[in-house]
């Protein structure tokens, strides 16, 4: 069974029951002048894990195992937009830079180019902060008998934790590769990687992606 060199404890996983999650590399949070940006947030602390991200997505690919992308939106009417998630958002579903924000077949909420599914990859729509809430997630993993989760994406305190936390207390083993997560915020950033790894693993294992990488290529 391989291992990573990971936190608290080496990471083990069956190759053949793990999925790659990719959450949220929209273009409405990493491109310079989208929403994030439009927020006074610095794009540069999420874009930095595109290099990563896209060796991990290759090794991943070679080895002919499984990617599942993830985007955070809603449909063009809003109406699976809770209230009170909008109350807070309220420039969701209105006009920015790259179309309407967070909206469904908008430009913005699409994914960035450099990491663009490919065929058969699935893409999971979800209208919350964690990828399990009103979404195909779960029954995707039970399809393919998926038991650990590498989990990358943005950001690290907001949709990665809701869906470590979420995937967590269903039963699967979650590893946060450190490089592959981003915060516009770099103490959330360290400190949500430290809240996954804490007590002993309490949510998962943390690792760096060539240790990753490393392993599915033997
Ligand atoms: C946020 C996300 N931060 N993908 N979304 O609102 O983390």
């Known amino acids: ?113 450099e990491l663009q599914p490919i065929d058969g990859e699935p893409v999971v729509d979800k209208p919350g902060k964690g990828a399990f809430y009103a979404t195909e997630l779960p029954e995707l993993l039970d399809k393919d008998g998926i038991e650990s989760l590498v989990v990358t994406g943005v950001t690290t305190e907001v949709c990665v934790h809701t869906t470590v936390r979420e995937a967590n207390d269903r039963g699967y083993e979650c590893l946060v590769l450190a490089d592959c997560v981003g915060s516009y915020f770099p103490e959330f950033q360290r400190v949500g990687l430290q809240m996954i790894a804490a007590q002993g693993g309490i949510f998962g294992w943390v690792a760096e992606s060539p240790a990753l990488i490393k392993e599915i290529a033997r």
Not at 21 to 38: A, C, N, T
Not at 48 to 59: E, N, V, Y
Not at 73 to 94: F, N, Q, V
């Open 1 to 113: 069974m391989p291992t990573v060199d990971a936190s608290p404890v080496p990471f083990n996983f069956a190759l053949d029951r793990t999925a790659l999650l990719v959450i949220d590399m929209q273009r409405d949070f990493l491109l310079p002048g989208g929403f994030g940006e439009s927020l006074g947030n610095d794009v540069a602390q999420l874009r930095r894990t595109i290099g990563p991200l896209t060796s991990l997505m290759a090794a991943w690919r070679a080895a002919g195992l499984p990617i599942i992308h993830t985007r955070e939106g809603h449909e063009p009417d809003l109406s699976d937009c809770p209230p009170a998630k909008l109350a807070r958002g309220p420039m969701i579903g209105k006009p920015g830079r790259f179309g309407r924000i967070l909206v469904r077949g908008e430009y913005g909420h699409d994914i960035i180019d």
